[in-house]
């Protein structure tokens, strides 16, 4: 239930339980998906593996022909910035590879993103690795200062300043968003400084960040499919998502890793287990 319509959605402890089960599933969805992933197949196949691990679990892939998007998930492999879709493509050793997952279950969605190394060859790139580990860092360190009160606008600061010291750029037409019985509700969360977010964090409320970072210019262009767009210059891009509850007194990471994730939980700082923070 949401008990604030007057402008972002808050949510009582039934939505909070609800948004805590969705996210669960969908960070297993992704898991399960990311170690499917090796050189040599085919983002189609990540396609079903997606699809199949939601059905399994009595829950629709949200992306599925939302606003004529054709899969259940985006893959976004080098250049593409966000919103790929499934093909024949087949992954190569030496790529880096952004599953986005999101999910409904129960009247909820969740989203949750992660970019990934294809093969040994991209775990060698020290470009493609300032890229990923930036962005990955970047959106922990916004997540650190997720609290009551916390100004909206303060995220992108936080993002870009880190991308900058790395000489890296933000991709500034995609934000963070609200998220709950709706896929994408207010407020908008912009990734870069100067931005003119207005509200702040409140109790209760749910919404992702999910920064993109690229090794070159931050300039996109749509393929004809309408949905992929990918960087004019060519150059890699990462990204990293996260759906958050503001609690009373701090954050709680829905969709954080889980001990059986590939590689493990990754510790958000300041965050405590990777889960919440107080």
Known sequence: MRLDRSKWDILDMKGQEAMRKVCRLAREVLDITAA?????????????????????????????NYNRFPKSLCTSANEVVCHGIPDQRVLLDGDILNLDISLYHGGYHADLNET????????????????????????????EIVKPGVPIREFGKIIEKHATSRKLV???????????????????????AKN????????????????????????????????????????????FEHTLLVTETGVEVLTARLETSPGGPIPIPGVADGNARE
């Open 36 to 64: 499917a992933m090796k050189p040599g197949v085919t983002t189609d196949y990540l396609d079903e593996i997606c699809h199949n691990a939601c059905v399994e679990r009595n829950s629709y892939p949200s992306p599925l």
């Open 116 to 143: 990934y190394y294809v093969g040994d060859k991209a775990k060698a790139d020290a470009d493609s690795i300032r890229l990923v580990e930036t962005t990955r860092e970047a959106l922990d360190m916004a997540i």
């Open 170 to 192: 933000v991709i500034k037409t995609w934000g963070g968003h609200g998220i709950n019985s709706e896929f994408h509700p207010p407020p908008w969360i912009p990734h870069y």
């Open 196 to 239: 003119k977010a207005v509200g702040t964090c409140k109790p209760g409320m749910t919404f992702t960040i999910e920064p993109i970072l690229a090794l070159g210019g931050n300039k996109e262009v749509h393929w004809p499919d309408d949905w992929t767009n990918v960087t004019v210059d060519g150059k890699r891009s990462a990204q």
